[in-house]
């Protein structure tokens, strides 16, 4: 099993739709969870930190359920600007520094 | 604004070539890390830096090395390049253990082994 799963898409969306993307992470012991965004050609960049209690950050919120190691991104009122990959990203146990990286679910917002 | 840059967008190397992938950061990280990135396969860690000199071997160290001789700067080598390490390299950093484990990512550099 990987480490982190995610669902490769591609999501075809209308733009002004709400899309949801989840990834599982298999260890327990994760501490810090994360959702980066990577538009084509380029880095990944850090979209939001994802916390116990869920967090929202404009049209997006992040949700961790730890009782069943699942995380969640909610895009609501897609933009055309949305459109990129979206990686799910898991700290190792240990409390050291290295993350684990889903190889990410595309995204594109159709006008 | 956390700035890492990369020496190099595009790189054109021959099999059995030494090649030498510079990155440099500008917040006093003390990790630095470098990956490589495929299709179907993400991120992949390569080699961990936690300090001047200090490293330590990731998911996939074979057929390279690394170099941390000053804070800001982490290069990774690869000793003999084959076709196989053909990829898009990313190179982060991170503040210290105990604050946020959020790497900053550099532009990449795409490598081409001929």
């Known amino acids: 099993r990987k480490e982190v799963e995610q669902d490769p898409g591609p999501f075809n969306v209308p733009e002004g739709a709400t899309v949801a993307f989840n990834c599982t992470y298999s260890?327990?012991?994760?501490?810090?969870f994360f959702w980066y965004r990577q538009d084509c050609r380029k880095e990944p960049k850090l979209l939001m930190s994802?916390?116990?209690s869920g967090n929202e950050d404009g049209r997006f919120t992040a949700q961790l359920n730890r009782a069943s190691q699942y995380i969640s991104l909610l895009i609501r009122d897609s933009k055309l600007s949305d459109s990129a990959t979206y990686l799910c990203v898991v700290n190792r146990a240990g409390g050291n520094e290295k993350l684990t990286f889903g190889t990410g679910t595309r995204l594109t917002i159709i006008p | 604004d956390v700035k890492v840059t990369q020496s190099s967008r595009y790189l054109v190397k021959r099999t059995g070539e030494k090649v030498f992938l510079e990155c440099v950061q500008d917040?006093?990280?003390?990790?630095m890390f470098w990956y490589r990135q495929d299709p179907g396969l993400g991120l992949r860690l390569i080699y961990f830096?936690?300090?001047?000199?200090?490293?330590e071997k990731g998911d996939i160290p074979e057929g390279y090395s690394v170099s941390r001789e000053k804070k800001e700067r982490f290069s990774l080598i690869l000793e003999s390049a084959s076709t196989n390490q053909t990829s898009m390299y990313l190179c982060?950093?991170?503040?210290?253990?105990?604050?946020?484990?959020?790497?900053?990512f550099g532009p990449g550099t795409r490598l081409t082994v001929l």
């Open positions: 994802v916390y116990s």
């Open positions: 917040m006093d990280h003390e990790n």
């Open positions: 260890n327990s012991a994760s501490q810090s």
């Open positions: 830096s936690y300090d001047v000199k200090m490293k």
């Open positions: 982060a950093s991170s503040p210290p253990a105990g604050g946020t484990d959020t790497q900053y």
